[in-house]
């Protein structure tokens, strides 16, 4: 599996509350693809949501995303970690 990192845009003033139903909700569905979402942040100010997952493909993560209703603005395969 590969880890990915996305991100949303246009999410200005989200909330934690709000934060952690949307991560909820990825990963209630998640299996759907072959997914795994494991950690969310984000940036009320600015509205920018980053989550990180391991996938088989960007794609996979977009699905996911997009079947939940918050499609990610970018998908970045992250290949390098310490």
């Given at each position: ?67 939940t ?14």
């Amino acid at each position: 599996m590969a880890t990915f990192m996305d991100v949303h845009t246009g999410m200005k003033g989200i909330t934690a509350e709000q934060l952690a139903a949307a991560h909820r909700a990825d990963l209630e569905v998640e299996a759907q693809e072959g997914v795994h979402f494991k950690h969310a942040w984000a940036d009320p100010e600015s509205g920018t949501v980053y989550c990180l997952s391991e996938a088989p493909s960007a794609d996979a993560v977009q699905r996911i995303h997009k079947l939940t209703g918050h499609p990610a603005a970018e998908v970045h395969p992250v290949p390098l970690s310490v």
